[in-house]
């Protein structure tokens, strides 16, 4: 049974300790995060990144590297970052998703309409031609002197 709202009841504090945040603009900002991670320009940077990485904890100064050989801080990082970029990957191709359904069904609402005038037009046309035959034909048979009555076709 549906709980139903009672004056004499206060109402709890909706405050939350959550944070808020508009899915609008962070659906727009994983967008844009997608959209950049499937660039060359991406892929060149990241590149150079692991390149770099590679190279200065592997041949720089022994007493300024941060990653020995194994580089598990690499392997961390780039986990770190595919761990984000997978959920934001997923958000942005769900609403293209949305967006491209919405599309669809705006698509076929117009070509019903589309469809609905022309059967309609195909209508009038054919309604045109059967009268503009029965006035040649009236017309003619005026010309010609035969009572339009006594034809049977």
Known sequence: MATRSRLEIPRESRRSIRPSYD???FGRISERFARF???ARFLVYMTF???TWVIWNSIGPENLRWDEYPFIFLTLLLSLQASYAAPLILLAQNRQADRDRVTSQEDRARDERNLAVTEFMVR???AMRTELVREIKEILDERLGTDPKSNTK
């Open 23 to 25: 899915p609008e603009v």
């Open 37 to 39: 991670i499937g660039t």
């Open 124 to 126: 009038e046309i054919a």
């Open 49 to 51: 990144f692991v390149a």
